[in-house]
């Protein structure tokens, strides 16, 4: 008995190390791959000969990649508060607030994260240009605020129907408005919904390329996916290898850091609501 299930741990964790190696394992070619240069890119090394940093230099050192890391920063962070801000509104409503319709709603916001980004692309480059946003951080902002919502709107829904609603009424008692409730209440409760909802927005909002490439023309605008997408070598049938890798460790690194951070966090708010009691 012992034996089998000695076996069977051996097997889990076999297995674990290959998901984990399968997954980790093209980023850290990646790393490697940065600090190649010259015909090292073309050589199989699974450990640098030497740190040449010359591919970092030169993506820091260029014209528009800083401007298009700080666009990202921009547009992702106005993304996060936006999303929140009217996540947080709209679950305390379909939580707390007894209307007609309050199920049919939420499955409404639920379904449209079933539309891919291709099927809406023509509709929402009409209404970008109508708005006059056309090649401006906001035309990227109003896009994944639309896309990120449907998600933040129904971790954050479960996570409050779960609050204990004695905790409401006694705030109503007190004389507490719903704007009270909601900022003094709910939300130092929602912390670790937050966090996740937040997190997984700016995630998405920072690695989008589809809406970023279609809604800006100019240098200046594009963020980073786009900035990677768009880099070239010293002539037309380059493709510059090195300087790529480097610019996808530099805007990946931040992201792993954020997630190991907060992982307890995103981990229970991605159980809100998974057990009742």
């Known amino acids: ?3 089998h299930k000695l076996l069977k741990n051996i097997a889990f964790y076999a297995l674990v190390i ?5 997954a980790v394992f093209p980023f850290y070619y990646a790393i ?5 240069t010259g015909s090292q890119l073309f050589q199989v090394n699974y450990w640098p000969k030497a740190f040449n940093w010359a591919n970092y230099e030169a993506v820091l050192g260029g014209r528009n990649f800083p401007r298009s890391i700080m666009n990202s920063l921009f ?3 106005c993304t996060v508060g936006f999303s929140l801000f009217l996540a947080v509104t709209a679950s305390y409503a379909l939580a707390r607030v007894r209307f007609r319709g309050r199920g049919l709603l939420l499955m409404t916001i ?3 994260s079933m539309f891919p980004q291709i099927a809406v692309l023509a509709g929402l480059f009409e209404l970008v240009r109508f708005l006059g946003i056309f090649n401006t951080p906001w035309a ?6 639309i896309f990120t919502l449907p998600f933040t709107v129904w971790v954050l829904t479960t996570f409050m129907r779960d609050l204990p609603v004695e905790i409401e009424e006694a705030a109503i008692v007190d004389g507490a408005s719903p704007w009270v409730i909601i900022t003094q209440v709910f939300l130092p409760l929602l912390w670790p919904a937050l966090v996740t909802t937040g997190l997984l927005a700016f995630i998405g909002a920072w690695n989008e390329f589809l809406f970023a490439l279609t809604f800006t023309s100019s240098e200046s605008q594009r963020t980073v996916p786009v900035a990677i997408a768009m880099l070239s070598g010293a002539s ?10 480097a610019a996808s460790v530099i805007v990946t ?3 792993i850091v954020l997630v190991l951070i907060f992982q307890r966090k995103i981990v229970a708010g991605l159980t809100a609501g998974g057990v009742k009691g």
């Open 1 to 3: 008995m012992q034996q």
């Open 18 to 22: 290959v998901i984990v190696v399968f």
């Open 32 to 36: 490697v791959t940065s600090f190649s």
């Open 75 to 77: 547009i992702a962070g």
């Open 110 to 112: 639920l379904a449209v």
């Open 140 to 145: 990227m902002i109003l896009s994944y605020t």
């Open 236 to 245: 037309a049938q380059e493709i510059p290898w090195g300087p790529i890798m």
């Open 253 to 255: 690194v931040p992201l």
